[in-house]
Every structure is written in structure tokens, then in C-alpha cells.
């Protein structure tokens, strides 16, 4: 028996093209820009390599399990609120909302640091790259607070009744951000 293909699910994916197309384009943007690291690293290794080593591995490391934690708790809430589940997928939204203040606070602690120590933007080639690159990343986190923010609204106000490609939507948007950072942590804080 042949088995039938939805094409509306290849047009309309979940949560919609539009969200799609923003994810290719920032991961575009920031795969250029770590490439643009990678290939600046080639010119001066020892300086890369000394300036890695002033960066907290285990900041890094937690920072990594706070979003991943919270991209789990994106997951779970997008799977409740399918089932209808909004209390329940309103909780998950909290938690992932908490993982990533958590991010937040422990990356501006980390900022803080690099600032005392004259490790700015401007120190070296490096540092300008660390800087651009997390803090454009932070900028995203923030957004994506601000998403999840609505999201939990929409699920636990009385009568709740949200549109799943809503929720679907500030999920990918939000599971992005993880994923930029499993491209930045290892590039910044491991490799070079």
C-alpha cells in the first residue's frame, strides 16, 4: 500500500515558514562570522590559542547546560500544549524561561570578569570576536526570553486557548538559540 505524503506539511512547517526562514538566515549570519573567526585564528594561532585559555571552560560548560536544559523544557511544553496540557506546558515554559535568566546572570558575571581584567572589545582580534559573537548571542537569549515570556502568558491565562503554531514557533526560535550556542561554545571556549 502506498503511502500518502501531506504537502501541506512541506509548505507550512511547524510553526510556520516565516520562522524558518529567520533560523537559516541567523545561523547564516553566525556560521559566517565563526568562519571569519577560524579563518582570523590562522593568522596569529599563538595569540587565539593564549586568548582561549583566559576564557572560564566551566562557565562555558554551565552556561551549555542551562540552555540545553531549557531547550528540553521548550520541547516538553510544545508536547503539552498539543494534548492541550496548557497548565502543564505553561510550567515548562517557566522552566525554560529560568534556565535562561540563568544563562543570562552567569554570562554577565563572566562579562564582568573579562571587564576587570581589560579583556574588552579592542584588546585583540580575539576578544573582538568573543565580544561580537556572545553578545549578539545574548541579544538573541534576551529576545527569546521576551517570546517565551508571551507564550507563558498565552497558556496560563484563564481560558487558555493558544494557537499552536505560536508555541511552535517561540519553541524553534527559541531551541536556535541553543543551537548557536553549541556552535559558539566549542569554537570560543574549546577548539581555538
Known amino acids: ?64 547546560l542551562f540552555l540545553l536544559t531549557g531547550g528540553y523544557f521548550m520541547a516538553q511544553a510544545v508536547q503539552s500544549a498539543k494534548k492541550t496540557l496548557y497548565r502543564q506546558a505553561g510550567k515548562n515554559t517557566m522552566f525554560a524561561i529560568i534556565s535562561g535568566l540563568l544563562f543570562i ?26 565580544w561580537l559573537l556572545t553578545g549578539f548571542h545574548v541579544i538573541h537569549v534576551i529576545v527569546g526570553l521576551v517570546i517565551l515570556a508571551f507564550m507563558y502568558r498565552s497558556l496560563t491565562k484563564p481560558g487558555a486557548n493558544p494557537d499552536i503554531l505560536n508555541i511552535e514557533a517561540g519553541a524553534h526560535f527559541w531551541h536556535m538559540v ?8 566549542p569554537t570560543l571556549y574549546l577548539i581555538l
Request: glycine residues 8%.
Open 1 to 64: 500500500m502506498e503511502e500518502k505524503v501531506d504537502y501541506a506539511n512541506l509548505y507550512y512547517p511547524p510553526g510556520g515558514i516565516l520562522i524558518w526562514i529567520l533560523i537559516f538566515l541567523e545561523l547564516v549570519t553566525f556560521g559566517a562570522a565563526l568562519v571569519g573567526l577560524v579563518v582570523s585564528s590562522r593568522d596569529n594561532p599563538a595569540e587565539y590559542h593564549h586568548s582561549r585559555m583566559l576564557l572560564n571552560t566551566y562557565y562555558g560548560t554551565l552556561n551549555t
Open 105 to 130: 546572570l552567569l554570562k554577565g558575571f563572566e562579562y564582568y570578569e573579562k571587564i576587570e581584567h581589560g579583556l574588552t572589545l579592542g584588546y585583540n582580534t580575539f576578544f573582538n570576536f568573543y
Open 178 to 185: 541553543d543551537l548557536i550556542w553549541l556552535l559558539l561554545f
